[in-house]
């Protein structure tokens, strides 16, 4: 009798997408997994269909159904939508972890081969700068939001944590720019040093996101699981795939608590597409992780250590990383994987359990202080004038308002009160209004007649205020504020 | 006639910062560099002498009254001070310009040895992320504001095509994140095309900051200079150090209109401080560039080759460079340096000439639109409520107003009207409020009246106008926001 197929929505894409996704079916079906395939369109087919989004309805359905995913790569033809359609299935399934193994291969030939890389960098894959809330303030000053949550830092951190059980893996390195960043990268340094002790037998440290970058190029092999908030992230995956071989081997995949999606990194090559010439490597790559996702690590072993000796004996290898002028197509590469099946490689695959994902509820995130006061504002002004001049406009606004002017800031930097040296000035100054003293009320009165009273003075174009929870001060200094 | 020397603040910093000062300061005298020493403090001992800043204003003075500094690495000691003296005398002096060289040395083994890595990374230094404004907008929720100016790009990237001039470089890569931050780093991309026809003979590429750090793994010999943003390039630069041999090794300078300031990039190695042992080349190498700086490139070529043929001769090295075993100390090292001046080794010094720094009024950057519209507000609330209700007790509230709601986001996807997926969502909702019509005017008072109906209803803590400039919305679209 056979085993039950598992449905799994295959999206074929663009460019050498079809051929790629064609070979990866064919060696899974091959190496005895057992999967049902529904067929789901995305990227520039839908695009040019009229589908701003580039993913048709009947896709989602289909993933939502299905609770997974392998996808080709996907284009965003030019003049097509304003999101691509990989940021909007990521968005739209909330696939918040972005797992990206990175290991030595066997025949691939790299300034770093022999030493032994075998890691996996997880990447937070829908908050901080990726939220995408961005401003034009003045004309020619642009504002993007960093936006980094507890609960955001506390589920990426856990199923790093969680992952790192799944691969018997004994080191996790949460790697931030705390330092600078004291708040909004300060939250995940935090929340790590928080959960860690949940995981006994998984040795804890932080590293700084610049020097985790130089010692992934000094001594990669020390890094075992390594976690990260998603611009960094963004770039030292991409660095870490360089130093086994590059984006054209590199499989991924993109938890949530609903679904989760498998595919390559690289993207769709249009200049060899159709020509039978494509890698299927990555792709494949990234179906064995979808096939240990959803438990069937004989299939996926069996299928791993076929590429790995494939990749070994340097037969049929494809034109990226065969010796050169050796290159063949997908079609031999394709059937020298299925030749080898059952065999195995000197490389041995990693022990695999089942990843447990973190649990959590499906409300509002919501966590009060038990004490709030109000501190005052920051009113960030548009202006061409001197800061002496400002400073002394704007306190003539505010006399006998609730609110005095403590400073102003310009990139960050105080300006007034002069506090010396040289700053190139901008149209974009920062001003840090103060109540009398911190009120636990909200002041949302005392701001509108602040408001209102600066009504064709001054022109503002953004307004935060100041907090404190907890008797904490949830606002930064500016360089050189007292 | 003895040439007149040039003044120039020396900070002999922390831990091994004393040694390998001494060491640099020998060499320069011995190779014939003219240069008058102003000691200055700055970093440990000034926190420990109750100066907040680490920079006491002897020292601010004689930076200012030099224009020049050679620093030693500084400590920011625990539980002293919010910023570091490091990024006190970069924004005091607005050193805009990180430069940060990267080359195959002689003797220094690395992975990509004989591949003649000959590049220079320029970071902009002042403004993007590194503003440091940073909010906690709900107890659990931070935000920082990256903050990236036309005038602020401007700047770094004339500062990178003149460097790349007086080098003789015939290639600059400018790298973003532009295809996600359209406005903040799309920012460095537009003006990188508006400016780059400025610069016939340099020829302008733009790559994505991910795909840059893959390609420096890649393929790093194809690079030339690279410029990029602040978060980028403190990335990028450490991983480009670690290439050729790591920050042991790497100089830097920090360029502003005012002053310049030339520093190893290393820390100050507290655990064999005073132990005679410490590897002055970094510094040594920034000592280099500040002679080429001030127009001494005889010296500069000099004492480069010194310390060229003394790594591959491979005699006196210091412990961390040496062959195992081999190592000497800082004075061995140092005398080996001065012993091989005049002699020429196999890779020859650059050719270079003077820097022309670009020129900037000393005024406040304005630049007003032609036109201005003001199309609504984004109000960002604290609230555990799902969207629904959030949305049904917004409308209530705004009944009567001059605005609508348009939708809600949290972290940037559209959550109410429901675009359907799954969101986990936080306590830190956006909410588009839209005026009837895009008006000329600012709408303060329409402003005004809005947050005083809010009042005790909704509790909000951030709001932001959604301006358009000349017919343009500068403003983002959410995620799934039609």
Chains 1, 2 share one sequence.
């Not at 797992?99 to 829908?126: A, C, K, Q, W, Y």
């Not at 590199?250 to 498998?262: C, E, I, K």
């Not at 001003?431 to 003293?437: D, G, S």
Request: aromatic share 6%; charged share 20%; glycine share 10%.
């Amino acid at each position: 009798m056979d085993t039950p197929r598992t449905k799994v929505t295959a999206i074929a894409g663009d460019g050498i997408g079809p051929e790629v996704m064609r070979a990866t079916q064919r060696i899974l079906e091959a190496g005895g997994a057992r999967i049902e395939w529904e067929n789901a369109i995305a990227g520039g087919e839908a695009f040019r269909k009229g589908i701003a989004t580039g993913c048709p309805q009947e896709t989602l359905d289909s993933i939502a159904s299905t609770g997974l995913a392998l996808k080709s790569p996907l284009e965003t033809p030019v003049g097509f939508g304003e999101k691509s359609a990989n940021v909007t299935l990521r968005k739209f399934f909330e696939l918040y972890g972005n797992i990206r193994p990175v290991r030595e291969l066997p025949g691939i030939r790299t300034p770093f081969s022999g030493r032994h890389i075998d890691m996996v960098i997880v990447r937070e894959n829908v908050e901080d700068l990726y939220a995408g809330i961005e401003y034009e303030q003045t004309a020619g000053v642009a504002e993007c939001l960093k936006l980094m949550s507890d609960p955001g830092c506390e589920r990426i951190l856990r199923l790093a944590y969680a992952l790192a059980r799944a691969e018997g893996r004994s080191k996790l390195a949460c790697s931030t720019k705390a330092n600078i960043m004291k708040m909004s990268e300060g939250t995940m340094k935090r929340v790590f040093e928080r959960i860690s002790g949940d995981y006994p037998g998984i040795t804890p440290s932080h590293v700084i996101i610049d020097n985790c970058a130089h010692q992934l190029v000094i001594a990669p092999e020390q890094f075992d699981v390594v976690v990260t908030s998603n611009m960094n992230g963004d770039i030292i995956s991409d660095l870490a795939a360089g130093l086994v071989g590059g984006l054209g081997i590199a499989p991924s995949s993109n938890l949530g608590d609903q679904a989760a999606m498998f595919e390559a990194v690289h993207g769709s090559a249009p200049q060899i597409a159709g020509k039978g010439l494509a890698n299927p490597t990555a792709l494949l790559l990234a179906a064995v992780m979808l096939l240990r996702h959803i438990g069937d690590f004989a299939a996926a072993g069996r299928i791993e250590q076929a590429v790995f000796v494939t990749l070994e004996e340097g037969r049929n290898l494809t034109g990226d990383i065969a010796a050169p002028g050796a290159g063949t197509g997908t079609d031999a590469y394709t059937d020298q994987v299925i030749a080898n099946l059952g065999r195995i490689s000197s490389m041995p695959s990693r022990d695999y359990q089942p990843v447990v994902m973190p649990h959590w509820a499906d409300e509002v995130w919501h966590q009060a202080p038990a004490a709030r006061e109000l501190v005052g504002v920051d009113l960030f002004l548009e202006s061409g004038e001197a800061p002496e001049a400002l400073a002394a406009s704007l306190q003539q606004s505010l006399s006998g308002s609730a609110f005095t002017l403590k400073m102003l800031s310009n990139r960050g930097t105080q300006v007034w009160p002069p506090a010396g040296g040289h700053s190139f000035l901008i149209d974009h100054f920062q001003a840090r209004l103060l109540l009398p003293a911190p009120t636990p009320g909200d002041a949302d009165g005392e701001i509108a007649e602040l408001l209102g009273r600066l009504a064709g003075s001054h022109r503002w174009m953004h307004l935060e205020k100041l907090q404190r929870f907890d008797g904490r001060d949830a606002y930064a200094k500016a360089q050189g504020e007292g």
